[in-house]
């Protein structure tokens, strides 16, 4: 029961890290700090590599950097995330980062 106890607080922390590091980039993006805003997108990627929070966020700053190309492959990998965890992800989802895809890069491959 303890050991149960233990890995849910622990399971809710790595949660709200989650949450609070991915809620930062889109501060930081707001704030106009790119740079910093694309390193914490990154140590998304680095340290929550099962989520697809890294891709959207660092997708978002390359759209901020009107990086139109880049910003459409992270969407494709969001997309690849919510294909392959359907449970996961409610309907709808995917659809609307294709969407994003196609506004951004509507000559480039589709995902």
Not at 25 to 41: H, N, P, S, T, W
Not at 72 to 101: M, N, T
Request: glycine share 6%; hydrophobic share 35%; net charge negative.
């Amino acid at each position: 029961m303890a050991a149960e106890q233990e890995e849910g607080k622990a399971m809710l922390a790595w949660e709200d890290e989650l949450e609070e590091r991915s809620n930062s980039v889109i501060d930081l993006i707001d704030a106009g700090k790119l740079d910093q805003a694309e390193q914490a997108a990154r140590y998304l990627l680095e340290h929550f590599p099962e989520m697809h929070d890294g891709y959207d966020r660092l997708g978002m700053v390359y759209e901020a950097r009107r990086q139109h190309r880049e910003a459409a492959e992270c969407y494709r990998q969001v997309i690849e995330f919510a294909r392959k965890h359907p449970d996961d992800y409610e309907s709808g989802f995917a659809a609307s980062f294709q969407k994003l895809v196609e506004k951004l890069d509507p000559i480039g491959r589709t995902a």
